[in-house]
């Protein structure tokens, strides 16, 4: 289930039946074998979801090494597994 504005509901999804206003009863009628308990733990799970994704996203990681020649500005060598850890 998601929200959006009622305009793009009504004259779009709705028309083409591809979905239904949420009206006491409906989901039931639609899907009377998922409980309400149900439907709130997969919005949970699907909080928690966006929640990681965000904070991941935010995460930047930088591989450096020093180099093993007196010019920095210009990197020869390359980068091994054991480098890495």
Not at 67 to 78: A, E, W
């Given at each position: 289930m998601v929200k959006v504005k009622e305009g793009y509901a009504f004259n779009d999804l709705i028309r083409r039946r591809i979905a239904v206003f949420d009206f006491p009863g409906v989901r039931q009628r639609l899907f009377p074998n998922i409980s309400n308990e149900m439907i709130e733990i997969k919005k949970m799970k699907y909080k928690e979801e966006v929640n990681f994704k965000n904070k991941i996203e935010k995460i930047s990681i930088e591989f450096i090494k020093n180099?093993?020649?007196?010019?920095?500005?210009?990197?020869?060598?390359?980068i091994s597994k054991e480098d890495i850890a």
């Open positions: 180099p093993s020649f007196s010019n920095i500005n210009v990197i020869k060598d390359n």
